[in-house]
């Protein structure tokens, strides 16, 4: 009981230090970039209203968008990585083993390829984020189906669909990318590398709506994800609808990447890395695991997009490679631990 209880008091801890820090970490990203301003300067900017001021402009119109849009996605990808780990009872799983990035990318690379980067879709996006979207969804879909038969849904079979698929859709992808112009492999390279560059406001709007949906969706499973960790045959025997669990975590995971994979590309490492760091840190209770998580990912996303700003300015870096080097010391530090954790299927 003692280690129960300092695990909670070490939870609410954390809940609280990063509830400070992501706003300090907004700010800095508002003050950052090509034309450097000091915290206060950009505090005092994003306050002034439309006054006219080269700062004002800068704050509010380029940076505001980008700073928030990173916050959210990076949020969506913590969790949706924290309620992957616990439906696999696996702590080295992501988004990606269901499908949705792989998916996502072979529909916008389809689109690049026939042009639909020239295009505008709805509300401000491109046909490529639109096809990356469809692409994931339909990725997650057929991984859902080959892992479905009359007695339910196998996790381990939805696993090794995941691969499969993921196998497919990248030779598929590549074969694409073998056939099309320089410009275009051009495109679809900086593309998968993942960015903030396109950020405006009809945007943060489209995955504000999703991305909350998807904060406020996961959190309900807690309970269930908990239990799932004993075991589907236990949890069942405590009353959880172990098939509609699936069902329903699958689904939000899917539309919450999809659309983060949409509107800024793949973004590497944050929705494995945030939520296994964070389980370290105060263990595998959900109620604490997801928003923790969520705060986590955005934080990390929004501090990768200010270093991409910053380190070559005013030549922006993609922000994928950002949080894969940030990811893979972390991911290579956990392989090495991994003796640590039953490695459950």
């Known amino acids: 009981m003692t280690s129960i209880t300092q695990r909670r008091h070490r939870a609410r801890q954390l809940l609280v230090a990063l509830a ?105 996006l491109t046909l490529v984020s639109l096809g990356a979207f469809v692409g994931g969804v339909l990725a997650v879909l057929l991984v859902y189906r080959l892992a479905s038969s009359e007695n339910g849904t196998s996790v381990a079979t939805m696993l090794l669909a995941g691969i499969a698929i993921t196998a497919l859709a990248g030779a598929v992808g590549s074969l694409l990318e073998f056939f099309t112009d320089n410009e275009r492999l051009r495109q679809i390279s900086l593309w998968k590398m993942g960015g903030l560059d396109g950020a405006n406001l009809p945007r943060l709007a489209l995955a504000s709506l999703v991305g909350g949906s998807v904060l406020l969706a996961l959190p309900r499973y807690a309970l269930a994800l908990n239990t799932l960790l004993l075991g589907e045959s236990e949890a069942r025997h405590l009353g959880i609808d172990v098939n509609h669990t699936k069902l329903a975590l699958i689904g939000w995971v899917a539309v919450g990447v999809g659309t983060s994979v949409a509107l800024v590309g793949t973004i590497a490492f944050v929705g494995l890395v945030v939520p ?70």
């Open 20 to 124: 400070a820090l992501l706003p300090l970490a907004v700010l800095t990203g508002l003050a950052s970039g090509a034309v450097s301003l000091g915290p206060l300067q950009a505090l005092r900017a994003l306050l002034a209203g439309d006054d006219g001021s080269q700062a004002a402009m800068i704050v509010q119109q380029l940076r505001l968008p980008r700073v928030l849009l990173a916050a959210v996605m990076g949020a969506t990808l913590a969790m949706s990585g924290a309620a992957m780990q616990g439906l696999f009872r696996n702590p080295l799983a992501d988004p990606s083993l269901i499908g949705v990035t792989a998916g996502a990318s072979l529909g916008a690379s389809l689109l690049i390829v026939l042009g639909g980067g020239l295009l505008q879709g709805l509300v401000g």
């Open 276 to 345: 296994h760091v964070v389980r370290l840190w105060i263990g595998p209770d959900h109620r604490y695991l997801l928003p923790a998580s969520a705060l986590a990912g955005a934080t990390l996303l929004v501090v990768a997009d200010t270093l991409s700003r910053v380190i070559l300015a005013p030549t922006e870096l993609p922000v994928g490679i950002i949080t894969a080097l940030i990811g893979v010391p972390f991911f290579i530090s956990l392989l090495r631990q991994r003796h640590h954790y039953g490695m459950q299927t």
